[in-house]
């Protein structure tokens, strides 16, 4: 039977993508001014950052209902052996729900902690399904995940701080500065899993400049990496990263894809996430 993979809305695969490659997507649950909605079932990310713009407080996330969890692993059961792919546990409790609901369907069922977010997660998952579809067994698939996670990269150039000061993770003086001298703050995601700054720089080009220039730094074997290019309700501005990637490093295959709610509430609109 075909190892079925399971994932969460925090990879940012768009639902028909997922369908093509058969990957369950377990949504969490976004709250914005009183109204609960599913990530990329209620809400695209196109509408998301509509509502974010003129929403009274930041936007909440939270992880999946146990319900919800439960319902996607036992299907996924009902169709041959799973595995699941999830957002980082030093980010969200979906990773903890997950292992939960799994354990009390199956101990066979493997939960993979991606200790990173959006597109980091979706190529995990888009190659686990291409793997199962292969006919990997469950415990090949998770070792090449362990293998992709050891490696793997992901950068993130914010465009703005507004989200950070109003969530209360940066005092507003310190947003308020660094919007007047145009200040674009880089974070990565650490090998726990965790978000830290990175670098900081002056101007939206050299920040986007500079994410390359680590990205150069951290990796030096690029021919037979697939990548991926995520954006924050910046359409454009990540077409023009993705084609300064592939004239840069020459990857094997670069992904593109947009931020949903789930991490866009965090990186706020116009960030660029690259994961590598």
């Known amino acids: 039977m075909t190892v079925q993979i399971v994932t969460d809305s925090g990879a940012d695969i768009p639902p028909a993508l997922a369908a093509a490659h058969g990957i369950s997507v377990v949504p969490l649950q976004v709250l914005i001014d009183g109204v609960s909605y599913r990530d990329g079932v209620d809400l695209t990310p196109m509408m998301f950052y509509e509502k974010m713009r003129t929403a009274k407080k930041l936007p909440q996330t939270s992880q999946p209902t146990p319900h919800d969890v439960e319902s996607a692993y036992r299907a996924a059961a009902e169709r041959g052996p799973v595995v699941g792919v999830h957002l980082s546990s030093a980010l969200s409790g979906t990773w903890e729900t997950a292992s939960m609901a799994a354990r009390s369907i199956s101990e066979t069922i493997r939960v993979f902690d991606s200790r990173t977010g959006s597109a980091g997660i979706g190529l995990m998952a888009m190659r686990a399904a291409e793997l199962a579809r292969g006919g990997a067994t469950a415990a090949e698939i998770w070792a090449y995940l362990e293998a992709w996670r050891a490696e793997t ?113 965090y990186s706020a609109e116009g960030a660029i996430l690259f994961s590598f």
């Open 153 to 265: 990269h992901t950068l993130v150039a914010l465009n703005t701080l507004e989200n950070a000061v109003r969530g209360g993770r940066v005092n507003p003086l310190a947003g308020m500065a660094a919007r007047l001298l145009h200040v674009k703050p880089i974070v990565h995601v650490t090998r726990a899993g965790k978000v830290e700054p990175i670098d900081r720089v002056r101007g939206r080009e050299r920040a986007l400049e500079r994410t390359l220039d680590l990205a150069g730094e951290l990796r030096k074997n690029w021919a037979d990496r697939r990548v991926a290019v995520a954006h924050g309700g910046a359409a454009e501005e990540a077409k023009a990263f993705a084609r300064r990637v592939r004239e840069r490093f020459n990857p094997a295959e670069v992904w593109e894809t947009e931020i949903g709610a789930t991490i866009g509430t």
